[in-house]
Structures are given as structure tokens and as C-alpha cells.
């Protein structure tokens, strides 16, 4: 009997690969003061708590792109609102849903002479722990970065989560990513069962969209380096450097850049006036 079960597992189970949530989808989103706390909520319902699926890293890298410039050394919430603005959170939710629920948004609590009380709010999330949460994954991608490319810099420039101090050698920097680099990414997934395709198969549920950035940095991590140098790109337009996802290896601009526009804007002279 044992023999039949492993022989049944040689089969396709399915694929880590793949990773489905259930989130939120809204026509807008907007920020809000709820309480004391500023939060980015969802206007008008377009897909109620609807079944996304997600393959591959385009969710996670686009999500770093919202960091406009490698935060300072203390986060407070003037400089993650500089450095990580608003805007650029509110499109990403446009693109894939809402980051995450906090249920303070839904349920705030209140107190009136001491008493207290609960208001059914909106569908949201409170924006300064987000983007605590957006800062920490760039680091962590930096950290891995720094990895294999051999860049102790870059190591070192985004080492506060693995407690990289100025005094520490280059080569006990390098140990101590690999030390607590995974012990500071937390992801906790639940296993589901489908039956879409003919045979049952196994897949990973996550709780939110953010979650499954953090999975999909996981991966990235786990990749081989050959294969990751090959499809992870860094966009050659000085003025973009992004880092985006492609199949094509010799690809060397992000969809939002070409060749003709990053020539237009680095080697055609501005006009002078009168001309």
C-alpha cells in the first residue's frame, strides 16, 4: 500500500509556482484618515473578495518599484512618505488589488466618555505599516542582491535587518546574510487542494497579496543564479534602472522603455529657441 501512494505522488501534484489569494479589487482607491491612523481604502467594489491567481515575480518587482530611492537609517513616517509616495502604492493596487485588509479599517474602535465603541469602516489598509513592509522586502531584495553579485556594498548599505554594524569585516557581513536573511522573510502559506485540471493537485494559498511578495522573493532567492542573472534585467535607461522579469535574455529595457525612447532622451539636443 505504501508503494502505491509514492508511486501515485510520481504524478503531477502541482507546481509551488503558482499561488492564489483571495483579495479585494475596487474601481479607486483613495487615502483616508481613519481614527488617528492615514490608510489607503477602496472606493466602489469591482470584484468581491475574488480568486486571483499569481505565477512568477512581476507582482513582487513591481511592488519594489515603488520605492523611489533607498531609504536613510531611521524610517520615520515623513521619510517613508518621501521615499516610498503614496501615488506609487495606490497604482500598484490599481494594477493587482488591495496589498493587504487590516481590519482596523473595517472596524475601527472608539472610545466616548471611556466606553467603548466600534464603527464599520471601509476595506483598506493603514499605509505607514505598509510601507514598513514595502522598505523591509527592498532591503531584503538588496541583501540577496548584494549576494550574488559579490556587491559588499550593497550589502551593507541595506544590513539593519541582519545586524551588519560598520565594524563588521566583510566576510562575517556576507555570513551573517546568509545567517538571518531567511530568518527575517516569514511567509506562512496554506496548502489547497484543487481540482481544476483532471487530477487533483496540491497548491499554495496566501492571505493576502503582500504575502505572496514575500513568497515570490522566497523563489528568487532559491533560483539558480545562472537562470536569475538570465531573466532578472535591471532597465539600461540611466533615467529608469528598474528591475523587471523577462524571457528573453538579450532583452535590455522594461516595458515602460525602448531603445528609441531612451535615445530621445539622452542624445537629442533640446531645441533652441526661435527655431
Known amino acids: 500500500m ?3 501512494i509514492l508511486a501515485d505522488l510520481s504524478e503531477d501534484v502541482g507546481t509551488i509556482q503558482e499561488v ?20 489607503i481604502v ?28 533607498p531609504p536613510p537609517a531611521y524610517w520615520g513616517k515623513a521619510v517613508l512618505s518621501e521615499y516610498i509616495p503614496t501615488d506609487g ?16 479599517c473595517w472596524n475601527f474602535e472608539f472610545e466616548i466618555d471611556g466606553e467603548p465603541g466600534y464603527i464599520a469602516g471601509e476595506h483598506g489598509f493603514k499605509l505607514h ?30 544590513g539593519r535587518q541582519v545586524f551588519i554594524e560598520d565594524s563588521t569585516s566583510d566576510h562575517e557581513a556576507i555570513e551573517k546574510v546568509k545567517i538571518y536573511l531567511p530568518c527575517v522573510i516569514e511567509v506562512k502559506p496554506s496548502i489547497i487542494l484543487d481540482f481544476s485540471e483532471k487530477y487533483p493537485r496540491i497548491k499554495w494559498g496566501f492571505s493576502s497579496l503582500l504575502e505572496i511578495c514575500r513568497y515570490e522573493l522566497l523563489l528568487l532567492m532559491t533560483r539558480d543564479t545562472t537562470e536569475t542573472r538570465r531573466h532578472l534585467k535591471t532597465c539600461k535607461n540611466p533615467r529608469c534602472g528598474v528591475h523587471f522579469w523577462t524571457d528573453h535574455g538579450n532583452t535590455r529595457y522594461c516595458d515602460k522603455c525602448n531603445a528609441k525612447t531612451v535615445w530621445e532622451q539622452n542624445e537629442r539636443k533640446p531645441r533652441k529657441k526661435g527655431r
Open 20 to 39: 492564489e489569494t483571495m483579495t479585494w479589487q475596487f474601481d479607486d482607491y483613495r487615502l483616508k484618515l481613519i481614527g488617528e491612523e492615514l490608510c
Open 42 to 69: 477602496g472606493g466602489k467594489v469591482v470584484a468581491d473578495r475574488e480568486l486571483i491567481k499569481i505565477e512568477g515575480p512581476t507582482i513582487l518587482l513591481d511592488l519594489l518599484q515603488t520605492v523611489k530611492a
Open 2 to 4: 505504501e508503494r502505491r
Open 129 to 158: 505599516p505598509a510601507r514598513r513592509q514595502i522598505a523591509q522586502l527592498y532591503e531584503q531584495f538588496n541583501l540577496w542582491q548584494g549576494l550574488i553579485n559579490d556587491d559588499i556594498d550593497l550589502i551593507r548599505d541595506n
Open 89 to 104: 502604492v495606490i497604482a500598484w493596487c490599481k494594477k493587482y488589488g488591495l496589498l493587504q485588509e487590516d481590519r482596523y
